[in-house]
């Protein structure tokens, strides 16, 4: 496909061409392969299913296997692995539930898929400080499920049951992020292996600190470049009294963002306040035959006791009143409300719905909470003027949303006006004071905005990244663009 072959091209020119290495190269990395066989026996495999399996994503970016994939069980395991890796200059990029969107998984420097899913034990949970520690590849899910009995739960929900390192290393937040915040409120201390094999710990169970630099948020959001995450402990809340939801609905994309605005502003605490543009309800009846009316709707929760939800509810309602929302329905019941928001959280498989045969190429920007209104109705008209497939979902609550726009990666007249429509997203969110990415992160597809928004501090990033990974074997070709 032609897209792909650019693509493809274009990493390789970034990577400097690692992954056609020279014949010195290739077998540095077989002896590699052997030493970590001898380490981890039948756990290292260079299966060609296998390998394929880690190179695939969810978006529209091409295949890229690594050479061999890990599947280390303990801290030791990693240390000896990237002891190895780091001794022979091999590249090491970590792996999840690979539900990142930005291409943070794939190896497009070939060397090893460091696969973290056997590291997924709850290692402790103390529920007089409100904290778990837990292993990198337990997802927030089953994390959840283990908490159940304790009154007590994790509160970040990117949507995908993605792992709680991965969502550590990406910055995650999602639904819940407007009122309890992200990863980076949510993760008090790190254990992590250094580019050399070296452990370190970062953080503690203490709420606060104010010795050193802090090295546990550096490496949040690090997308895997800086080190690799082998122990988390985790901030909990308790599981709220009251939980209710409801769905209402709107004329317009502009009423419904300025709502929200209008509820953030007023101080109305809610757990949840999402905005779907009339593009995705169609998406939703297409996908999960929703039956839905095809005009803007929020998505809404609110947790508290009952006098609290029953204050909030009608708060919102009032000042919903004002913007003309109709159509509430309310979801009481455990059952209700799991149902609206899994119909949220495949967004992105209802999104694909509406170009059946298609990829979808998803993007995401994050603007101050007055600037929402403009961005998301921009959002809209670029895409209508690109002749574009494209929805619209966010956690409008607190100025992040979501694009995800139907691709065919062999169309190139088609992928390149969905490049124009990215930047021109992008360029929106920096004019409006935000930034080009509140949730899915950098990785591969958004390292040409990094200069735009970062400047001369892109530098000091690259600085950071020599300190800690000489030999750039973590995640090469990530995050960071390529020095001119």
Not at 108 to 135: C, F, Y
Not at 457 to 479: S, T
Request: charged share 20%.
């Amino acid at each position: 496909m032609l897209w792909e072959a650019v693509f493809i091209t274009m990493v390789y020119q970034m990577a400097g061409d690692a992954r056609h290495p020279a014949m010195g190269a290739r077998m540095q990395t077989e002896s590699v392969i052997a030493e970590l066989s001898a380490l981890l026996g039948e756990r290292l495999s260079t299966a060609g299913a296998v390998r394929a399996e880690h190179g695939r994503n969810e978006t529209y970016y091409p295949d890229t296997p690594p050479d061999a994939v890990a599947f280390p069980e303990t801290t030791k395991e990693v240390s000896a692995l990237l002891r190895i890796c780091h001794a022979a200059g091999v590249p090491v990029t970590a792996y999840g539930a690979a539900s990142s969107l930005e291409g943070q998984h794939l190896a497009v420097q070939g060397g090893i898929s460091l696969d973290m899913r056997r590291m997924n034990r709850v290692l402790s949970v103390h529920p007089e400080d409100l904290n778990a520690v837990v292993q990198p590849g337990l997802t927030r899910i089953a994390l959840n499920e283990a908490l159940r009995a304790t009154g007590m739960f994790f509160p970040v929900d990117p949507g995908a049951d993605a792992s709680l390192g991965g969502m550590a290393a990406t910055r995650a937040s999602g639904t819940t992020a407007v009122h309890y915040g992200t990863m980076r409120e949510n993760v008090l201390a790190l254990q992590a292996v250094m580019a050399d094999g070296t452990v370190i710990r970062t953080g503690s169970a203490a709420r606060k600190s104010s010795t050193g630099y802090d090295l546990t948020h550096l490496l949040i959001g690090s997308e895997g470049t800086l080190g690799i995450l082998t122990e988390l402990t985790l901030r909990l809340q308790g599981i709220p009294e009251t939980i209710a939801a409801a769905t209402c609905r709107f004329a317009s994309v502009e009423d419904a963002v300025n709502c929200v605005i209008a509820t953030i502003q007023s101080g109305v605490p809610m757990a949840r306040i999402e905005l779907v543009d009339e593009m995705m309800v169609k998406g939703f009846n297409a996908y999960a035959d929703a039956g839905l009316p095809e005009m803007p709707h929020l998505f809404l929760e609110f947790h508290g006791g009952p006098a609290a939800v029953a204050e909030q509810t009608a708060a919102f309602e009032a000042i919903a009143a004002e913007f003309g929302a109709e159509g509430w329905r309310a979801a009481d019941t455990v059952e209700g409300r799991n149902a609206l928001w899994s119909l949220r959280h495949k967004a992105h498989y209802a999104s694909a719905a509406l170009a059946r045969g298609k990829r979808i190429w998803p993007t995401d920007v994050c603007v101050p909470i007055s600037a929402l209104a403009e961005a998301v109705l921009q959002a809209q008209r670029d895409a209508r003027a690109l002749g574009l497939t494209c929805t619209i979902v966010g956690h409008v609550g607190d100025g992040n949303f979501h694009c995800a726009v139907c691709v065919d990666p062999a169309d190139a007249e088609e992928m390149a006006r969905s490049h124009r429509f990215t930047h021109a997203l992008a360029d929106t969110a920096l004019r409006l004071g935000g930034t080009v990415s509140g949730e899915h992160g950098i990785g591969l597809g958004k390292q040409d905005f990094m200069d735009a928004e970062h400047g001369p501090a892109l530098g000091w990033m690259r600085a950071v990244k020599r300190a800690f990974d000489p030999k750039g074997i973590l995640n090469p070709g990530k995050l960071l663009p390529p020095e001119a």
